[in-house]
């Protein structure tokens, strides 16, 4: 299943919180921080990982990461949760995250959370619902209270269910925006988010105004830049958003993982080395 079925730029939008004004050098170097933990998300590798998993998650940890954010929703490339499970330890990789489908919360729920746990997962994100929430706000309440059900589940395992926002997720239905109106229903109880930087400016929101709003919500980040128009994510530093001041804006940042996805390089683990030293460097 393809993650990602369509981009819609929905214009030049309040952004400019986060993509203008680049942060000058602190006053006071030594408060200066970098990230403790850089993570990939394997869809930016998702060439690579279906031709050879291992080999390519042996390359992704000599780069430098740390973390790996899994891909469910890919069957994890053919490969068992056993077998995932004994190449992260071999290379000594942790997986905070999984995405997923939104129906494996339907069925067999805690058959589910218990391979996440041995994964060592902490959190499922889901990015898409099913396409009825294309016709109605209805539908993603309706799907709001299933996550807040398969939460309070996932709760007695450790684990935190959550959503992971695409580009489309902003585009207004009835005259709402459905990931408002979605992130409202849910209990921050039992579920959190992972915002996803670049998919909110394509979409036409401010990463930093939902950070602001909720400032307790996201516990997890998806990394990418965006070009000047605002249609597709680049390279990390070749576009407009000011990373340090949305770093530095993030409360307890170096508890929450953190992802690089460059979705569409032509060359993922050349792009994954060079997004990853971009990010090492990052002092905010």
Known sequence: MKRRTFIQSLGATATAG???GRRSMSAFPWR?????????????VR???????????????AIGYSDVELLWSFANF????????????????RAPSAHMSAA??????????ETARMLGHQYLFVPVLTPDTDQTIDYWLAWADRFNEAGA????YDIWVGFHNEAEHMRKIDGQVPYDAFIERLDPAVTRLQLDVGNMIIGGGDPMAYLAKYPNRYWSFHVKDVVADRK?????GAGIVDF???FAAVPDLNEKPIYVEDEDAPDELAAARANYEFLRRLEF
């Open 78 to 93: 053919g490969r068992t949760p056993a077998q995932v499970r004994a190449t992260l330890q071999n290379e000594g990789l």
């Open 18 to 20: 986060l993509v203008t």
């Open 104 to 113: 494996v919360i339907l069925v067999a729920w805690e058959r589910s959370l």
């Open 244 to 246: 340090k001041k949305f």
């Open 232 to 236: 597709h994510d680049t390279r990390l």
């Open 153 to 156: 589940v996932a709760r007695r």
């Open 47 to 61: 060439k690579a990982m279906a031709a050879d998993p291992e080999r390519t998650l042996a390359a992704v940890r």
């Open 32 to 44: 200066e921080k970098r990230l403790d933990r850089i993570g990939l998300e394997l869809y930016a």
